[in-house]
Structure formats: C-alpha cells, structure tokens
Antibody, heavy 120, light 109 residues
Framework: EVQLVESGGGLVQPGGSLRLSCAASGFTFSSYWMSWVRQAPGKGLEWVANIKQDGSEKYYVDSVKGRFTISRDNAKNSLYLQMNSLRAEDTAVYYC?????????????WGQGTLVTVSS | EIVLTQSPATLSLSPGERATLSCRASQSVSSYLAWYQQKPGQAPRLLIYDASNRATGIPARFSGSGSGTDFTLTISSLEPEDFAVYYCQQRSNWPPPWTFGQGTKVEIK
C-alpha cells in the first residue's frame, strides 16, 4: 500500500525556518517525481515545488523561490522541504504528493498533510 | 502562468441529481487537465486525469470532458459521499508551475 506521511510542521515566527519531511512507503520512491502542494486555511490548493527522481531537476512556484528548497534522499525514501524566511502567507497545510506517469503525471497519492503556522 | 477559473463557486443539489462543474483555462492546456475531490480534513483525491480518464477505483458516475480551454466534470447521479469540494489542475506547461482552480463546492440542497 502506498503511504506518504508528512511531519515537521508547527508554529514558527515570521522570518524563521522549518524543515518538512515526507516518508514514503509501498512503492519504489526513487522512480517517481515528487511534489509539495499547500493549502492555506479555508483556501484552495497551490503547487509549491517538485523534484526529479534523482534530484537533478527542481522547480518552484515564484512565491517561494529563493526561500524554499526541495530535496530527497532515495536511500531513506524521504522527501524534504526546507523553508526559510517564512512569512505569514506561508501558513498552510503542506502535502507531499506523488507525480504518477500512469495517471498523466498528475498527483495520484497524497499524504495527510502537516500544518505550518507562521505567526508572532 | 495559466489561470484556471472554476464555476460555479457553489453548487446546491440533492442526492440523485446530476452535477456539472466547469473549469476554464486562460490559455490552451490541450488535454493536460485533472480533477480532484477533497472532503473536509482530508487530502485531495485524484478523480480524472488527461481530461477524461478516470483514475483507479473511481466510480463510473464521474466523467470528464473537454480540451483546450474548456472542461467539464460531470457526476451523473450524486451519492451522499460526493458532497465535497472539487478542484481542477493543469500541467500543460513546462517547466512548472502547475496551477489549480479555486474550487467548486458541491453542497446538499
């Protein structure tokens, strides 16, 4: 069974940093692009970043470029999101999601999400 | 950036009725469009990919159509578990960003 489990969320002050993790199981993690998608409270979904299977390509939404870094450790079946210089507008539930070639490269599995709250 | 506009914002219907949700793109996305369902407190679930293909395990009452800039998600006969928020998403441009619509809430009338 495919499982994605996020962790690392919490309350952080504006300007602070946080590192999110996503533990993957039930599939060959190293064979898939992976993404982070976020959802502000009561709002819609926003794709944040994705990373190629070997980590050689990474892409970000403009609003997080230069502040967030996506990475992965295929030996540990884990995806990460390092978030620096956090702002109030980064407050959201952050989901990790699998990009599925068998489903048109859309997100076929999602984690349960981890809440990041940026507030003083 | 490609903007996706969903309509209506809210759809009030009764179980057994047909639901028709719209997603319009600011420029052509060919058929690179998906639909997701999200219930309160849950992660989104992929329903439809490439505009008209049902994802694994999705009931046949869900169907998608369209190409270019105009897309439709149809639920032929609403079941109680179908009341939720639905999002469209495109991934036609490379490199990203991929974008989502703002969502349509299907509520019980």
């Amino acid at each position: 069974e495919v499982q994605l489990v996020e962790s690392g969320g919490g309350l952080v002050q504006p300007g602070g940093s946080l590192r999110l993790s996503c533990a993957a199981s039930g599939f060959t993690f190293s064979s898939y692009w992976m993404s982070w998608v976020r959802q502000a409270p009561g709002k819609g979904l926003e794709w944040v970043a994705n990373i190629k299977q070997d980590g050689s390509e990474k892409y970000y939404v403009d609003s997080v470029k230069g502040r967030f870094t996506i990475s992965r450790d295929n030996a540990k079946n884990s995806l990460y999101l390092q978030m620096n210089s956090l702002r109030a507008e980064d407050t959201a539930v952050y989901y990790c999601a699998r990009d599925a070639p068998s489903s048109g490269w859309f997100f076929d599995y999602w984690g349960q999400g981890t809440l990041v709250t940026v507030s003083s | 950036e490609i903007v996706l506009t969903q309509s209506p914002a809210t759809l009030s219907l009764s179980p057994g009725e047909r639901a028709t949700l719209s997603c319009r793109a600011s420029q052509s996305v060919s058929s690179y469009l998906a639909w997701y369902q999200q219930k309160p407190g849950q992660a989104p679930r992929l329903l439809i990919y490439d505009a008209s293909n049902r994802a694994t395990g999705i009931p046949a009452r869900f169907s998608g159509s369209g190409s270019g800039t105009d897309f439709t998600l149809t639920i032929s006969s609403l079941e109680p578990e179908d009341f939720a928020v639905y999002y469209c998403q495109q991934r036609s441009n490379w490199p990203p960003p991929w974008t989502f619509g703002q969502g349509t809430k299907v509520e019980i009338k």
